[in-house]
């Protein structure tokens, strides 16, 4: 499987960093995985720099993270996940959100929860999501519900 994710702004935390890293890592064992941190702007010229990376994948199923997307339990995500067939992109919006064009072109808004994390958070949780999902994929063990 080849996973892209597309961040605003760079992690600041280190704890949050090592885990992200570690995490990333044990992706790593379910195929290849790109990371792209873009500078923390206004949400327009973010969107606009979302759009070149965007550009790069023609072609991929884009996920946005966004607090309107569809919530999905993890065993519905992994089930979702396990029928795309192509590159996926996942996007994280800077402190003010995902522009508007963006956000239209996503394949899938897709909410973390009804709760707002802030955008550090959401990055830890999407790849703790993703191995977890993954790995329910593959038949391991991480996931116990």
Request: proline share 1%; net charge neutral; glycine share 8%.
């Amino acid at each position: 499987m080849l996973i892209k994710i597309i961040v605003i702004g760079k992690l600041k935390d280190k704890a949050m960093q090592a885990r992200c890293d570690e995490y990333a890592k044990w992706l790593g064992g379910y195929g290849k995985l790109e990371i792209r941190e873009l500078p923390d702007s206004t949400v327009e010229k973010e969107g606009q720099a979302i759009q070149k990376e965007l550009e790069k994948d023609h072609g991929a199923f884009v996920v946005a993270l966004s607090e309107e997307g569809k919530e999905y339990t993890t065993a519905d995500f992994a089930a979702f996940i396990g029928k795309i067939d192509r590159k996926i992109v996942f996007i994280i919006g800077g402190p003010y959100g995902l522009a508007q064009e963006i956000r239209r072109k996503a394949d899938l808004l897709w909410s973390l929860s009804k709760l707002t994390f802030t955008h550090e958070i959401a990055r830890l949780l999407l790849f703790e999501q993703l191995f977890r999902v993954l790995n329910l994929n593959a038949g391991g063990h991480y996931h116990n519900a």
